[in-house]
């Protein structure tokens, strides 16, 4: 039997492209999850009695409201409660809230003199011309000071070492703050310039974030085959083989998948197969330890090289009467040997990276494939550092594209 749509994955941008085929009537599609069951990134386990979300901390942003007014028809408003965000840097045994250009202001007078002279000799700020490497960009946007003691150390812990393979090309995703707007927030002690995203966040009262997209994934239960891992994607038969040797075959098929988890492509020509296996990821461990930290910070992050994490959530400051954290680390960083967590998960596939050659690799694999009605969506399909409200508005305009 051909499928209409054949969609890989049921993760936020899979399970939202079958919700749409679905509420319109269509019944000829199906989707594949290697899971058992879905949610991709953003599931949820009870840990403790309480939610751990395995992929480290997914919140629902509220910068896009038709998003929200989307899914809320699956999980309601009244189920989820806004939170404003309180993130924090730990720098020498102190707390300074994110971003640390906005924030200086918290710290003792010295410091924030140190830090604004070495903002102000930034490249940025002096007229330079922009770098197009990640390291160089850190120091002409932000300066020497912030770039040793926080930038550098923390994007090493959780992209790896070698941060020159790394483009400035993504880096809306940072806060802009201006040497003007960092002078100002010292003078009036109070943050300015663009403030990071999940500013306020959603998070669901009774549940882990996982729980919005089981509920998504019930509404087209019929339609989803799990335990299925695709090992062979054909594009000129349009046909994909799992790794028990079944076969689906479709008009179309929706990529929400990582390229790379995909051994062999056939009808594909050789520059394809090779720009794929230049995609980069790095892999996470997220562990659970049920001690207390005392903070109302929902998370933090820690450019400390001496500790291996990069980032802890502190769960019981958005997951009521909760206790515990959990830590996320890159998985090169793991010691194997260490089991002193009270429960530990890994994602393989955590972040893509966005090397310097990224842009021009993913344009020419998804330019190929989409002409063979084939669509690279969400964070592995299109190999992009989406959060979960992108991607869900991302499949929303997909769907829209490619059904009309």
């Known amino acids: 039997m051909r499928l209409k749509y054949l969609i890989l994955g049921a993760g936020p941008a899979g399970l939202t492209f079958a919700n749409k085929l679905k509420e319109s009537g269509e019944t000829s599609f199906l989707v594949l999850e290697k899971e058992e069951e879905a949610g991709g ?14 992929g480290g901390g997914h919140f629902l942003d509220v910068k896009r409201p038709l998003v929200n007014q989307y899914l809320f028809r699956f999980m309601p408003e009244s189920e989820w409660k806004l939170y404003l965000r309180d993130s924090r840097i730990e720098l020498s045994g102190g707390m300074v809230s994110h971003p640390i250009e906005a924030n200086i202001w918290q710290m003792e007078i010295l410091n924030q003199v140190a830090y604004l002279k070495s903002i102000a000799a930034a490249g940025c700020n002096t007229g330079k011309r922009m770098p197009v490497k990640f390291v160089d960009w850190i120091y002409w946007k932000l300066g020497e000071k912030i770039a040793d003691d926080y930038m550098i150390p923390y994007n090493k812990k959780m992209f790896g070492e070698d941060l020159d393979k790394l483009g400035t090309y993504w880096l809306e995703k940072l806060p802009d703050v201006s040497f003007e707007q960092t002078l100002l927030s010292c003078l009036i002690k109070k943050a300015c310039g663009t403030q990071p995203g999940h500013a306020q966040f959603y998070y669901p009262k009774k549940h882990g974030y996982g729980e919005l997209w089981l509920r998504m994934a019930d509404c087209i239960r019929n339609h989803i085959v799990y335990h299925t891992t695709i090992t062979e994607l054909d594009f ?7 790794g028990c040797g079944n076969g689906y075959q479709a008009e179309k098929i929706i990529m929400t998948i990582p390229w790379t988890s995909i051994n062999h492509f056939i009808g594909a020509p050789k520059y394809f197969v090779e720009d794929v296996k230049k995609l980069k990821h790095t892999s996470i461990q997220i562990d659970y330890d049920p001690h207390e930290l005392y903070t109302d910070a929902q998370w933090i992050y820690y450019p400390d090289l001496h500790l291996p994490y990069h980032r802890v959530l502190v769960r019981k400051n958005f997951c009521p009467n909760s206790i515990g954290y959990w830590t996320e680390t890159n998985l090169d960083r793991c010691n194997p040997a260490d089991e002193s967590s009270a429960f530990s998960y890994v994602n393989e596939y ?14 020419e694999v998804l330019n190929f494939a989409g002409a063979k009605h084939v669509y690279g969506l969400g964070r592995w399909g299109e190999h992009e550092h989406f959060n979960s409200d992108v991607t869900v508005e991302r499949a929303l305009k997909l769907y829209e594209k490619i059904t009309s």
Not at 350 to 359: D, G, R, V
């Open 41 to 54: 990134l953003c599931r949820s386990r009870d840990v403790g009695g309480f939610p751990f979300d395995i």
């Open 236 to 242: 000129d038969q349009m046909y994909v083989i799992d």
């Open 350 to 363: 955590a972040y893509p990276l966005n090397t310097i050659e990224k842009p021009k690799i993913i344009n």
